[in-house]
């Protein structure tokens, strides 16, 4: 059973940078849109970057655009999200998913972002703090 662990967050002045890391075990990834999502204090949770499996594709929610990259290492069964010029308003938890295989297939393979349930694996999240 595939199990997701995040890993990287912590506490960073504005304008700093952090490389999350979405470490995953009991199954690879090599074939899963693979998503990165962050949820505020009394926020719903929201999709931040995701990267479809065959690296062709990565989107990026506006307000990080520019700022955050998303990518893969398939050798080593995990997906990183550098995140550069930070914000105030990037604090949050910072959780990674994995697509489920029904919506990668009805979606033609591309990863979609908008939909928080079209994921059905969850690591248990990483707290980013952005704070001079």
């Known amino acids: 059973q595939l199990q997701l662990v995040e890993s990287g967050g912590g506490l960073v002045q504005p304008g700093g940078s952090l490389r999350l890391s979405c470490a995953a075990s009991?199954?690879?990834?090599?074939?899963?849109?693979i998503g990165w999502f962050r949820q505020a204090p009394g926020k719903e949770r929201e999709g931040v970057a995701c990267?479809?499996?065959?690296?062709?594709?990565?989107y990026y929610a506006d307000s990080v655009k520019g700022r955050f990259t998303i990518s893969r290492d398939n050798a080593k069964n995990t997906v990183y999200l550098q995140m550069n010029s930070l914000k105030a308003e990037d604090t949050g938890v910072y959780y990674c998913?994995?697509?489920?295989?029904?919506?990668?297939?009805?979606?033609?393979?591309?990863?979609?972002?908008?939909?928080?349930?079209?994921?059905?694996?969850w690591g248990q999240g990483t707290q980013v703090t952005v704070s001079s």
């Open positions: 009991g199954s690879t990834l090599n074939y899963d849109n």
């Open positions: 998913a994995r697509q489920s295989a029904w919506s990668q297939s009805a979606w033609s393979g591309l990863c979609v972002l908008s939909r928080v349930n079209f994921y059905d694996s």
């Open positions: 990267i479809s499996k065959s690296e062709s594709g990565t």
